[in-house]
């Protein structure tokens, strides 16, 4: 069975098989003899994804046929030839004597020499043909480096397969003299002779790896887009950086669990490399990370740049050269062709318990007819994973998380959220537009792997490495390199932060031209509407005369419709800029701000301990000629060798930080040279910018165009001749009284449903008291108690409807829980997600959120003379639509909200809670705490979060209404000052503004 999904059939079982996985291979005991080798076979059930099961059939033939003598170092053969010789053999064949002396030399326990006899021997044969010997050699180098000694770390090392250490069987290299030890600057390599070209590599039969796919040249293919092609042999390659194997095949080393060890250069016997040794060398000029010579392809057709070398350049090469098969740029993407495009979706069912609830993505390639759900942890986690392998690549940007509790975004309105989705999909888009990260086996498991990214992780067993970590310095890599490209990156990087700051102001600005286009295409539509409801007032407004009333209205209505097709056309002109050119413009922040951060990288990380390692080196030299110098007799054992060993580790590490700093030179250089690209997306945003002012223009000058036609071709009423001025009892028999405003009138039906009283009673209160509706109900029940009016009592009503959301078996007499609570505000239509809900806990005067009691709530309603629900709903509807333009209710809706929020009995809140609710009542549904030109919560939300570490007290979350309503009068804060009564996190908040904005005087804090 797979592990994630239906296994492939079995004509794609040979295509699809691997020798590298994701997954640490559990040791297997003695009674389990099968691994994934046992799947060699072409039977069914080989999904490379799938879970190995216990098969004991073809284990003897595994074994001989696993390390043929073509594929395994010049030292297996020679340690085989010498037991032969030696006398311990039987018929061609290693005797049991011949394997003692082969596990005794190796020095290896008990327990790792049964381990490597119950394999090798399963059947209890006690003699060894050259094949099977040869996966004895090695199993004990597995057990030498400490690696799991099974068939499977055999396999996935066959490429380079370890060397074991046999100090009885083979000569070793004499210790090296003090001279040769002596303290020497870091040497830049040369390029070795060319090799005799009888020396090659033997034909190797290579095995694609688990993680990559059937064409190496394109890991996002399907294999049935390549089935019948005759494509040239594939090199597999992980995290697309080849490197060549130390059994003669080039190979890549394995850099994550499994596929992530660094690779070890075999010696023989007598200290020498292997054969690939001696083999030709070629400088890496790769575009994208090919640092140990395995690659001459260069960028953009090998053209000459600024930046020096040829492309990624290194030195030219001989022409008669021995290499491997080239690798493109990009791990082998074809330039040129369309690009690969990355849609996420947003999934309309959420995924959590209430209050914790999560928003899943669906990201789809349809090239690749691939889909996965995804959530927005899963992003992180790989951000997080790119930044430790590849912390000197321009990674991309994810978009902001709101401030939520463990992952339940209380705050996100479906703005924020189509706005995250957008950033996802830029980020994935340019994950895969890079080629370097697209070529990342964990990017590719990402977008491709069906299964919940939260269990594949828990299967896989991940060990992220930096990508230069065990990686050797290329001869002629450092030379290739411009001496000038220390100078190119301090430009560069100047430039890069002037335009980044440049962007980000442009894509505010672009965000307010749109929505001002919203604005105005909401503006025509009223405009329609009131010339629309013109018509249907003509008539009575010229009642005098009413023939050419009908023309009047044609013409009224065709400017109406014409106005709406204008609207209709501002809001497309919006929609195509807020998709369209704010996209670009944010693409191109994001690549800016990518690039930035890549810089700041490099500065923390790119460091090293060189002068200090010399030093060291010196200081143990000198030990080392003093400890020579002394008599045999004074020199404790192992001294001289424990010295020795430091200067030589020294030597290796500065030799290894040397080459990371030239690998990191040549990725900084080559992500400038893809970086360089991005100017052509400028051109391009600005000239699909251009057209679409052009498209849009043309679209509203023809709408206006027609509509003067119309017009023109109406026979509209001339004006009649003057007529006297009507006389002094006309105009008194004329008058008549305003109607109410539209604001008069939403006051006047809220009255109403108060009171139960008639439109007339109504208008005669609010006008009494100026139109102020908390004033007119006052006077309105107070003079009906004092008149001995009958007042409705609603209290039983109330308690029975209370009653019906209380669980009389969980909850208390007077108190009703979350559950009932919830059921009662799902009742009601609120939104629980936004500012909605707080408006009926304030009318009930709930104590905490999630509960209400029996007086709050008969006591709240019985005020209001609202009995039913749906009464209550209609009223808490009308309250919510009032909520952002009337002051005095969001203000008792704000303050209520703090009572609700604590927890029971505590006084203050927690500043992430206080987030949340702030951004509840600061959002759009609510009262927007921002101006044209600053959004001041969110400069609130960044000043507490890094600022603020206390509580928040009531002091402080009443002042912060006061203060954002000022703030929202007079942006420049004008109306505060020193010596003012603001608490002292306001202060605060005003120094930490102006020096974020520049402004003048900062005020200065303790």
Same mark, same amino acid.
């Given at each position: 069975m797979s592990l994630f999904g239906t296994s492939p059939d079995e004509s794609s079982v040979a295509a699809t098989k691997s020798r590298l996985s994701l997954f640490d291979d559990d040791v297997p005991t003695p009674g389990s003899k099968s691994s994934l080798f046992a799947d060699d076979d072409n039977g069914a059930g080989g999904s490379p994804w799938g879970i190995p099961t216990p098969k004991k059939a073809g284990r003897g033939e595994l074994i001989k046929t696993l390390l043929p003598a073509s594929?395994?170092?010049?030292?297996?053969?020679?340690?085989?030839?010498?037991?032969?010789?030696?006398?311990?053999?039987?018929?061609?064949?290693?005797?049991?004597?011949?394997?003692?002396?082969?596990?005794?030399?190796?020095?290896?326990?008990?327990?790792?020499?049964?381990?490597?006899?119950?394999?090798?021997?399963?059947?209890?044969?006690?003699?060894?043909?050259?094949?099977?010997?040869?996966?004895?050699?090695?199993?004990?180098?597995?057990?030498?480096?400490?690696?799991?000694?099974?068939?499977?770390?055999?396999?996935?090392?066959?490429?380079?397969?370890?060397?074991?250490?046999?100090?009885?069987?083979?000569?070793?290299?004499p210790l090296a003299g003090v001279s040769e030890l002596a303290a020497k600057p870091p040497q830049r390599p040369?390029?070795?002779?060319?090799?005799?070209?009888?020396?090659?590599?033997?034909?190797?039969?290579?095995?694609?790896?688990?993680?990559?796919?059937?064409?190496?040249?394109?890991p996002w293919g399907s294999p049935a887009m390549h089935r019948g092609h005759a494509h040239e042999t594939d090199i597999p390659k992980t995290n697309g950086t080849p490197k060549p194997a130390s059994n003669g095949a080039h190979e890549p080393i394995r850099t994550?669990?499994?596929?992530?060890?660094?690779?070890?250069?075999?010696?023989?016997?007598n200290g020498a490399s292997n054969r690939d040794s001696d083999a030709p060398t070629t400088v890496s000029s790769g575009v994208w990370g090919s640092y140990d010579g395995n690659s001459n392809a260069s960028f953009a057709n090998t053209a000459a740049t600024t930046i020096g070398g040829e492309g990624f350049g290194g030195a030219g090469d001989d022409g008669d050269r021995t290499e491997p098969p080239r690798r493109s740029f990009g791990g082998g993407r074809i330039a040129g062709g369309p690009e690969e495009t990355v849609i996420i979706t947003l999934l309309p069912e959420k995924e959590g318990m209430f209050m914790f609830q999560h928003h899943n993505y669906q990201v789809s390639n349809p090239r690749k007819n691939s889909r996965v759900v995804r959530r927005y942890s899963d992003f992180v986690w790989l951000l997080d994973c790119l930044q430790k392998?590849?912390?000197?690549?321009?990674?991309?940007?994810?978009?902001?998380?709101?401030?939520?509790?463990?992952?339940?975004? @209380?705050?996100?309105?479906?703005?924020?959220?189509? =706005? $995250?989705?957008? *950033? !996802?999909?830029?980020?994935?888009?340019? +994950?895969?537009r890079h080629p370097v990260l697209s070529q990342e086996q964990l990017v590719i498991m990402f977008l491709t792997v069906p299964t919940e990214l939260a269990v594949w992780r828990k299967q896989a067993t991940i060990s992220v490495q930096e990508e230069f970590v065990g990686k050797s310095l290329p001869p002629g890599l450092e030379d290739s390199l411009s001496p000038t490209l220390e100078d190119l990156f301090d430009r560069t990087r100047s430039g890069v932060r002037r335009s980044a700051e440049?962007?980000?102001? @442009?894509?505010?600005?672009?965000?307010?031209?749109? =929505? $001002?286009?919203? *604005? !105005?295409?909401?503006?025509?539509?009223? +405009?329609?509407?009131?010339?629309?409801?013109?018509?249907?007032?003509?008539?009575?407004?010229?009642?005098?005369?009413?023939?050419?009333?009908?023309?009047?209205?044609?013409?009224?209505?065709?400017?109406?419709?014409?106005?709406?097709?204008?609207?209709?056309?501002?809001?497309d002109e919006a929609r195509a800029w807020d998709q369209g050119v704010l996209e670009d413009l944010k693409r191109q922040r994001d690549s800016l701000v990518s690039m930035r951060d890549m810089f700041d990288r490099r500065e923390r990380y790119d460091?090293?301990?060189?002068?200090?390692?010399?030093?060291?080196?010196?200081?143990?030299?000198?030990?080392?000629?003093?400890?020579?110098?002394?008599?045999?007799?004074?020199?404790?054992?192992?001294?001289?060798?424990?010295?020795?060993?430091?200067?030589?580790?020294?030597?290796?590490?500065?030799?290894?930080?040397?080459?990371?700093?030239?690998?990191?030179?040549?990725?900084?250089?080559?992500?400038?040279?893809?970086?360089?690209?991005?100017?052509?997306?400028?051109?391009?945003?600005?000239?699909?910018?251009?057209?679409?002012?052009?498209?849009?223009?043309?679209?509203?000058?023809?709408?206006?165009?027609?509509?003067?036609?119309?017009?023109?071709?109406?026979?509209?009423?001339?004006?009649?001749?003057?007529?006297?001025?009507?006389?002094?009892?006309?105009?008194?028999?004329?008058?008549?009284?305003?109607?109410?405003?539209?604001?008069?009138?939403?006051?006047?039906?809220?009255?109403?449903?108060?009171?139960?009283?008639?439109?007339?009673?109504?208008?005669?209160?609010?006008?009494?008291?100026?139109?102020?509706?908390?004033?007119?109900?006052?006077?309105?029940?107070?003079?009906a108690n004092s008149a001995g009016m009958p007042a409705k009592d609603t209290s039983g009503t109330l308690t029975k409807l209370f009653d019906k959301y209380r669980d009389e078996d969980q909850d208390e007499a007077n108190t009703a829980g979350v559950e009932g609570t919830m059921t009662y505000l799902g009742d009601l239509e609120v939104n629980m997600e936004n500012i909605e809900v707080l408006v009926p806990l304030e009318i009930i005067q709930a104590p905490v959120v999630g509960e209400m009691t029996r007086q709050g709530f008969v006591d709240g309603w019985k005020a209001l003379g609202l009995d039913t629900v749906d009464k209550q709903k209609a009223y808490v509807a009308e309250q919510v639509k009032l909520l952002p333009n009337d002051p005095a209710l969001f203000k008792r809706v704000y303050r209520h909200t703090f009572v609700c929020a604590r927890e029971a009995g505590a006084k203050a809140l927690k500043v992430e809670e206080a987030l949340i609710y702030w951004g509840m009542l600061f959002s759009p549904a609510g009262r927007p705490w921002a101006t044209a030109t600053i959004n001041w919560f969110e400069l609130w939300s960044e000043f507490l979060q890094s600022k603020w570490t206390k509580s928040v007290n009531k002091d402080m979350w009443n002042q912060t209404l006061e203060f954002a309503n000022k703030s929202m009068q007079d942006e420049s804060l004008s109306f505060w000052s020193e010596d003012g009564a603001w608490p002292g996190v306001i202060d605060e908040f005003v120094a930490y503004v102006k020096e974020k904005r520049g402004l003048p005087e900062p005020m200065e804090t303790d």
């Open positions: 594929d395994v170092p010049d030292t297996y053969i020679d340690t085989f030839d010498n037991i032969l010789k030696d006398g311990d053999s039987a018929g061609g064949k290693i005797s049991p004597a011949g394997i003692t002396k082969v596990l005794s030399a190796a020095k290896l326990g008990a327990d790792e020499q049964s381990r490597i006899m119950s394999i090798v021997s399963p059947s209890g044969e006690a003699t060894l043909d050259r094949n099977e010997f040869n996966v004895l050699l090695a199993l004990v180098g597995l057990a030498q480096e400490h690696e799991d000694i099974t068939l499977d770390g055999v396999d996935e090392r066959r490429k380079n397969l370890p060397v074991p250490k046999l100090p009885s069987l083979v000569s070793t290299t040369t390029t070795p002779p060319t090799a005799p070209q009888e020396i090659q590599s033997k034909p190797q039969t290579l095995r694609k790896p688990s993680m990559d796919f059937p064409e190496s040249d394109d994550t669990s499994n596929f992530t060890t660094a690779s070890r250069e075999s010696t023989n016997g392998r590849y912390p000197f690549r321009q990674l991309p940007l994810l978009p902001p998380k709101r401030v939520g509790v463990n992952g339940n975004h @209380l705050a996100a309105d479906s703005t924020f959220i189509e =706005k $995250r989705r957008r *950033g !996802l999909s830029r980020f994935s888009n340019a +994950l895969i440049i962007y980000i102001n @442009l894509c505010n600005l672009m965000d307010r031209l749109a =929505k $001002r286009n919203e *604005g !105005l295409a909401a503006d025509h539509l009223r +405009l329609s509407l009131s010339l629309q409801s013109l018509t249907d007032a003509s008539i009575d407004t010229y009642a005098t005369d009413t023939n050419d009333v009908p023309l009047l209205n044609e013409g009224l209505q065709a400017t109406a419709k014409h106005v709406s097709n204008s609207q209709s056309l501002l809001e460091k090293d301990n060189i002068p200090y390692l010399e030093r060291r080196i010196q200081s143990n030299e000198s030990r080392l000629v003093t400890i020579r110098g002394k008599p045999e007799g004074l020199i404790k054992p192992g001294e001289i060798e424990k010295v020795t060993d430091a200067i030589i580790k020294d030597k290796q590490s500065i030799v290894a930080q040397h080459a990371r700093g030239v690998f990191v030179k040549e990725c900084l250089r080559d992500e400038l040279i893809n970086f360089q690209q991005t100017q052509y997306h400028v051109s391009r945003w600005n000239q699909d910018w251009a057209q679409e002012r052009v498209k849009y223009s043309e679209l509203q000058a023809d709408n206006w165009k027609q509509l003067h036609e119309e017009l023109d071709a109406k026979q509209l009423p001339t004006p009649p001749p003057p007529i006297s001025p009507p006389s002094q009892h006309l105009r008194w028999q004329t008058k008549f009284a305003m109607p109410p405003t539209p604001k008069q009138r939403q006051d006047l039906n809220q009255f109403m449903i108060l009171t139960g009283t008639t439109e007339r009673i109504a208008t005669r209160y609010l006008k009494g008291a100026g139109w102020k509706l908390e004033a007119a109900s006052d006077s309105y029940f107070a003079q």
